[in-house]
């Protein structure tokens, strides 16, 4: 290994090791710890003959008590999934540089149970979901729609991503959560085609989003990862379905709800499959500083900023606002221009 390489390798590891919570990592293999103190969670060991649970976990590194097994977040994943360390680096999120072609393994859906909406939760929200939808695609959803449309989405996008309208402001119970659910366009996030949030964007009034109550975050656009070479991150779920309808054969396409890294989570292990991590966020100071965040998250970002306009023309804030200005067909051959030849 060059000392160049070897260098980088050392810097991702110890961002890796300041980043991930050991805790929420087992979590998400194992499920629900059986026993959680102030500052540790325990489980049933998975290494060796376990009754009582020996695996305590704390948040830079864990130990079980039975087997004497130990370690830290990459340890760990060695350890439970069999990996090299380098693997296991990857796995985490890392950066490696190649000495010779990886083989990329599969997006890992994320596990851990206090991190996922109840299932209660998840059912009532499809059910209603499906009901907006309906809504939408109704006479009564007529306006909605027509907003959508010089929005850039179209009426497959809106079948697509299962968007809705709620007609008039109401409460609900989903599961045993009491939710609020204002008027305005309904954006669920699927997750294997079950709901984790739902957010609403009202037609007037502040705020312009209101999240449901009892979601969870996720990463919007999960269900129609394709596994290609490169992930594009927009800002929010609108310019999410817009950019994928128009780059997705060349980009996968995905949101967390914002620019921020706060969202990312235990969603870490679907970033791990992507050579790059394009940020298109939007020209604003929102943007710039989630743009520094992301880069001291990880080595394998890169920028794709959203097309700024003319010196003579107002700012174009995001892609939606580029899409308006520029039209389809030029604004995909922006991004595929900015786009390393591969």
């Not at 009532?124 to 907006?132: K, N, Q, S, T, Y």
Request: include cysteine; aromatic fraction near 12%.
């Amino acid at each position: 290994m060059d000392a160049t390489r070897e260098m980088v390798i050392e810097d991702e590891v110890n961002r890796l090791k300041a980043y991930i919570d050991c805790r929420e990592l087992i979590a998400s293999d194992l499920g629900e710890s059986r026993w959680r103190g102030q500052n540790y969670w325990q489980w049933l060991c998975p290494f060796h003959a376990d009754s009582n649970p020996s695996l305590t976990a704390y948040k830079d590194g864990w130990t079980c008590f039975g087997c004497g097994a130990h370690g830290d977040a990459i340890a760990w994943v060695q350890k439970y999934k069999g990996l090299t360390f380098l693997d296991a680096v990857r796995e985490l999120g890392g950066y490696v540089p190649p000495s010779a072609p990886v083989e990329r393994p599969p997006a890992n859906t994320p596990k851990a149970s206090h991190s996922v909406p109840s299932e209660a939760w998840r059912r009532d929200a499809l059910r209603a979901v499906e009901e907006f939808h309906r809504c939408l695609l109704s006479p009564e959803g007529a306006r909605a729609r027509k907003y959508l449309h010089r929005r850039g989405i179209t009426d497959d996008d809106i079948r697509t991503w299962r968007l809705g309208y709620i007609p008039a402001d109401r409460q609900a119970r989903w599961g045993d959560v009491e939710v609020r659910l204002p008027r305005g366009i309904a954006i669920p996030a699927l997750v294997n085609g079950v709901p984790w949030y739902v957010k609403v964007r009202r037609p007037a009034g502040d705020p312009k989003y209101v999240h449901v109550k009892g979601g969870r975050s996720a990463m919007f656009g999960y269900d129609h990862l394709q596994c290609k070479a490169d992930l594009l991150l927009c800002e929010g779920e609108f310019d999410a379905i817009l950019m994928r309808r128009l780059v997705g054969d060349v980009l996968d396409v995905a949101t967390f709800g914002s620019a921020s890294v706060s969202n990312v989570g235990i969603w870490v292990g679907a970033l791990v499959v992507y050579s790059y991590c394009w940020l298109g966020f939007d020209n604003d100071p929102a943007g710039d500083k989630a743009r520094e965040m992301w880069y001291e998250l990880t080595a394998r970002v890169r920028h794709l900023y959203v097309p700024a306009g003319d010196d003579d023309d107002r700012m174009i804030k995001d892609w939606t606002e580029a899409w308006m200005r520029y039209g389809e067909e030029r604004l995909r051959e922006y991004v595929l221009r900015c786009l390393p030849v591969k």
